[in-house]
């Protein structure tokens, strides 16, 4: 059976991270316990790096929809970046985001 097109998304954005911090502890679909929320998390991909002696996170989500993502997606999204205490948050979309989103805490 032929792997489903979004995860296919998901795999190449997570060999291309791969490819671009070579240093670093890259990881795909992890689950991570979330802080506040208690609960194991889902995380398309990680990236983990010393950048000295502080450990960084950074967490992408992959979204591969016929749509645009909405705020709602972000909102949704930066709360996971959060409960998870993660440094950097980063949406990745294969059709863009429906308007302009700005959210400082990603």
């Not at 909102?75 to 429906?98: L, P, Q, Y």
Request: hydrophobic share 40%.
């Amino acid at each position: 059976m032929a792997e489903q097109k979004w995860k296919r998304f998901e795999k190449l954005a997570y060999e291309i991270q791969k490819d671009l911090a070579p240093n670093a502890e890259v990881k795909f679909d992890e689950k991570i316990l979330g802080v506040d929320s208690g609960v194991p998390r889902q995380v398309d991909i990680s990236i983990r790096q010393n950048i000295g002696q502080m450990p960084m996170l950074i967490v992408m989500d992959c979204k591969d929809h016929k749509d645009p993502v909405d705020v709602k997606d972000m909102e949704a999204f930066a709360g996971e970046v959060r409960d998870v205490r993660a440094h950097k948050g980063v949406m990745i979309s294969s059709n863009g985001c429906s308007g302009p989103i700005k959210l400082d805490t990603l």
